[in-house]
Nanobody
């Protein structure tokens, strides 16, 4: 059974930074692609960033140049470094593994 636990969310002013972490249980972490999604109030969940098994990354246009996804297989953890945050980045951020497994989410609020 795979379990994902996100952390690192919180409140930050516009222009600030946060780093989200997602720790995974199970021994197949490095064999699957990892992704971060987000869901803002009243909106559908959207893909933010994905990292493949080979390390290739892709980002939503809205976060390119500001967010960075990375993975540390020695720690079974995937990260999302978020810089230059904007109010429209406010959402619950979810970690996803292999397109199938989800964490419970961590709230990010960007407000002055």
């Amino acid at each position: 059974q795979v379990q994902l636990v996100e952390s690192g969310g919180g409140s930050v002013q516009p222009g600030g930074s946060l780093r989200l972490s997602c720790a995974a249980s199970g021994r197949f972490f490095s064999a699957y692609k990892k992704a971060w999604y987000r869901q803002a109030p009243g909106k559908e969940r959207e893909l933010v960033a994905v990292i493949s098994v080979s390390g290739t990354t892709n980002y939503a246009d809205s976060v390119k140049g500001r967010f960075t996804i990375s993975s540390d297989k020695s720690k079974n953890t995937v990260y999302l470094q978020m810089n230059s945050l904007k109010p429209e980045d406010t959402a619950v951020y979810y970690c996803n593994l292999a397109g199938s497994y989800w964490g419970k989410g961590t709230l990010v609020t960007v407000s002055s």
